[in-house]
């Protein structure tokens, strides 16, 4: 069903652009709440909301508001000048971590991860330890912790001394942290791994190695954070303070922002000109997390997401082929008995649902907060038949 237009743009594309994504498969034109259109004007449920970033969907009237009015006002100052913005956020970020903390404002969810690296680096000592599977960035720093060999292969030498170890696997952590290693890094549940989480209790001793050898701990709450997993960051789920906290995706509603929260008395600082960012945490991007986390508390998002988490569940548990749903909230992975996740997702995009393939027999879903039981309908009745279809095939 490739129209003109369309085949038209995709030319236009391979011409302009560098190849790295892939030619995308349809090209969006327009968003509001859950739906998205193409230039045909083909609608979609959008049930991946731009990897879990459109926390509030698309066109959420509170952040275009707070995005238009900044504009109009202020929308760029660099980081000579401090802004009501800025400071707001980061105020209010203090208040949901809920502990002694400081913010550095950044855009993207990599560099939140070069900033806490950074921070480690202070501490005198340059070991890490992370984890198989991990993922945490595409920049040098950030690959060079994401625990994903293919994505490595081609650019090393990265940074030494990162070690990687079995995610959940507590006696490897054991063996291998010492008061050498500068920071642990880990996701509370790994999202690009095919929303993979760790046994019960992991992080939580995790947590305990950590101060008891000195180590820093960084949760990187990028993917989980900003109600997605029914609570602000992921982690609170065991009852742990991290030492570190880095955040992107949702945290600007739709918007490029990231940030590293330092939390706690044992975590180095940076001193001025240790590090910065042009545009990190502007005016604009500040004001759109603002609206956004004032939303999801006015709304009381975050109870939502473990709703409709279950009401999800129960339609999916009604199907076939599926081996589990694993997962909290409204990020969820869903396992096939089959290695069909890529034709799956190719079918539900034909069926007007966007889902996402992250491995051979992985489906992800990151639906934005505001999701509903009636979108539930809908998305259960499209994975259905794409479901069926597919299986038919085989
Ligand atoms: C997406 C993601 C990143 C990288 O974020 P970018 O904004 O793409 O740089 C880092 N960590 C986790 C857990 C992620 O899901």
Redesign the pocket.
Known sequence: MINSAKKNLDERWIGAMEQNYGVPAISLVKGKGLYVWDESGKKYLDFLGG??TNILGHADPAVVKAVSSQIRTLGHTSNFYSHPQGVGLAEKLQELVGHQSKVFFC???????EAALKISRLTGRNRIISTEG??????MG?LSLTGQPAKRAPFIPLLRGVKFLPYGDIRSMERSISARIAMVIL?PI???NGVVPPPPGYLRAVRDLCTKHGVLLCI?????GMGRTGSWFGYESEGIIPDII?M??GLGGGL?L?AMITVGNDVPHFSPGQHGSTFGGNPVSASAGLASIKVIEKKQLMKSALLMEKSIRRALMKMEGILEVRGRGLLLGIVLKENIASELAALCLDNGLLVNATSANVIRIAPALTVSHVHIQEFAKKFALSLKKVSSHE
Do not use: C, L, M, Y
């Open positions: 990897i879990a855009n993207s969810g990599a560099e939140a991860n991990s993922f945490h960035g595409r920049t950030a996701e790994q999202g690009e990187d709450a990028v993917q989980t880095t992107a995706k490029p990231g």
